[in-house]
């Protein structure tokens, strides 16, 4: 790395053994907050004295959506799109003296990749278990019993974190299939004037969003830009509460054989944390970029959805 270029040096393999992975899983275990407020996971960093003192982030009081519009079309990475129709007023009523309503209606599922949502801590199901060793079992039809949804009824407000890659690297996006790497978060929080700490919203842009909107959907099951799994190590140490990112914070292909969604794993399973994915996060990057400030408040609120694995959501910064 030279003065010229703040990039890293790509020195992290691609790739990670299943036995590395699984090493490092059972460190994030150990690491995971205890006590009665355990089964909150990473959101016991999130104290009420620093969301207090995230409130004094608030300097314009500019708010910026950090969610994408959900949608209704079908694409490439979006093949069961959410459904909406208008059910109100009828035929009979249009037109027709009085008062009427207009009423609609909307299904979706929660998790995918194209609509912004929030994973809960019994979403991600891991060597038979939930997080804290809680059985698969308790997962039945009828909803989740524990860890549930139901753990962030009073939503999560904090200090949010922006740390943008590609501003970093100099590049629009990261290419699917690329990764973020430790080394990268450091470097951005140099480069961008800015130190992830305890308690914090960790939002981390790999371009997702932009690339979606300049080249068009692809099918990003299969090829995505995300987080290398030992950024875990990083944020672990930081006592990050909660890691959000553009893309699904996993990069695709898996960069551990054998091992589906690294990062969820090691983020939800071992270590308790909420997941915000498939955010909208370029117009509050070039809003931080002309304030030089990667610092605000954040609020995110899901919906109250008993025994659910997770819901959409609309953070907001707060500036």
């Known amino acids: 790395m030279t003065d010229d270029d703040p990039t890293p040096d790509r020195a992290v393999s691609p790739f990670m053994s299943e036995a590395a992975f699984r090493s490092l899983h059972a460190e994030l275990c150990r690491r995971a907050p205890a006590g009665p407020e355990h089964r909150r996971g990473t959101l016991a960093h999130l104290t009420p004295e620093r969301v207090a003192a995230a409130a004094a982030e608030v300097r314009l009081g500019r708010t910026i959506s950090l969610a994408a519009p959900i949608e209704t079309q079908p694409g490439p990475d979006d093949p069961q799109p959410a459904v909406y129709r208008l059910t109100a007023p009828t035929a009979p009523e249009t037109g027709t003296p009085g008062v009427h309503f207009a009423l609609d209606r909307f299904a979706m599922n929660v998790h995918g990749d194209a609509h ?86 960790l939002l981390v842009r790999v371009g997702h969003r932009r690339r979606r909107r300049e080249t068009g959907a692809w099918d990003a099951a299969q090829a995505r830009a995300g987080l290398h799994p030992e950024c875990m190590r990083l ?27 690294p990062v969820h794993v090691l983020a939800v399973h071992a270590l308790g944390m909420h997941l915000l994915d498939y955010l909208d996060l370029d117009e509050l990057a070039d809003a931080c970029a002309e304030l030089g400030r990667r610092r605000f408040l954040c609020t995110v609120a899901p919906l109250r959805l008993p025994g659910a694995t997770g819901s959409p959501v609309n953070p907001i910064a707060v500036l």
């Open 235 to 261: 944020l672990a140490e930081r006592q990050v509460a909660v890691l959000g990112s553009d893309g699904n914070n996993d990069t695709a292909p898996s960069p551990v054989p054998g091992v589906s969604f």
């Open 116 to 201: 912004s949502h929030l994973d809960a801590l019994c979403h991600v199901v891991f060597d038979g278990e939930l997080h804290g060793g809680v059985p698969e079992s308790r997962l039945a039809s009828g909803g989740a019993r524990g860890l549930t949804l139901d753990l962030v009824r009073d939503g999560i407000v904090g200090a949010g974190v922006l740390l943008d890659v590609p501003r970093l690297r100099g590049v629009p996006w990261l290419e699917p299939g690329d990764f973020v790497t430790a080394e990268d978060l450091t470097a951005a929080e140099e480069a961008q004037g800015v130190r992830i700490g305890p308690g914090d919203l």
